[in-house]
């Protein structure tokens, strides 16, 4: 459009450099375009894409937290979005060794920070090396910490695994703008834990901020009969009596498939990217520039 537009001005100006005789309908309108030119032409509003920091942790150990924020934001990447994928600071990172570092960035200089570039350097997975892990972050070292990994990427999951029960992860869901809340189809194991345990504080705090995601799940579970038992457990933390209601459904995915690709030390939809299907409901259509 911008290549015609000029092409137009110049062929414009090269008359205007002609003598011809107008008629007086012709001046006039000869006069309007020459104005309408005159006025400067404002370049169409690109779209924004909102900065956006998302905490996901599992409610127990082995739920999906991880395989869902590491395939995410492979997936959210590949659409042209910056993304960073990180870890509690000063935590055994789970995808240092998940994605094979050590064999993926063998000539790496500087081994203070491990970091994975992916989907044409869209997206950032930021790790520690096990060798390098400090003393307890305090909460001035969190604020710096998600500042610095914030910087280069308008998306930041971070991945909290089943790890909410750390006070660092507070301060963490606090500074988050989403907590996403994983469980999977073990419902004993879901009312168990909530029986037995009491409500952490961000569960109150941060309600307004909450997704709750089901993992593994079948057209078995998703029946209305059984999500209504799902979402009174989910409920029973509430300090109001208001429900709790799963967003999201994420289906068991093929287990030779998932097998398949850890065993490469590969992400699922980095072996089998027509799987992503299964993950647009946790992705928005975001488009344009960084604010």
């Not at 590491?70 to 960073?84: D, L």
Request: net charge neutral; with cysteine; aromatic share 10%.
């Amino acid at each position: 459009m911008y290549q015609k537009m000029n092409q137009f001005v110049s062929r414009f100006r090269d008359l205007e450099q002609k003598e011809f005789t107008l008629t007086g309908e012709e001046e006039r309108r000869w006069k309007m375009l020459k104005e309408k030119l005159a006025v400067p032409q404002l370049a169409e509003p690109s779209e924004t894409i909102s900065r956006k920091c998302i905490a996901v942790t599992s409610l127990y150990a082995q739920a999906g937290a991880s395989f869902i924020s590491g395939n995410i934001a492979y997936a959210w990447a590949g659409k042209g979005v910056p993304v960073t994928l990180c870890e509690r600071p000063n935590a055994i990172s789970y995808f240092y060794f998940a994605l094979d570092y050590e064999r993926r960035a063998k000539q790496r200089e500087n081994t203070s920070t491990s970091q994975l570039l992916m989907q044409n350097n869209y997206l950032r997975i930021q790790m520690e090396s096990p060798l390098n892990l400090q003393q307890k972050p305090s909460s001035t070292d969190i604020a710096s910490w998600l500042l610095r990994v914030s910087k280069d990427s308008p998306i930041v999951i971070i991945d909290i695994s089943s790890g909410w029960t750390e006070d660092e992860t507070n301060q963490m869901f606090e500074m988050a703008d989403e907590i996403w809340v994983v469980f999977d189809a073990d419902l004993a194991r879901l009312t168990r834990l909530f029986l037995t345990e009491a409500a952490p504080i961000w569960w109150t705090t941060q309600k307004s901020k909450i997704r709750f995601i089901a993992n593994k799940w079948n057209n078995q579970l998703a029946k209305s009969s059984v999500m209504k038992k799902v979402e009174g457990t989910l409920s029973l933390w509430n300090s109001e009596f208001t429900l709790s209601k799963v967003e999201c459904m994420l289906p068991l995915i093929d287990g030779e498939r998932t097998a398949t690709a850890h065993s490469k030390g590969n992400l699922l939809l980095e072996s089998f990217p027509e799987e992503e299907s299964e993950f647009q409901s946790l992705i928005p259509a975001y488009k344009g520039r960084m604010l």
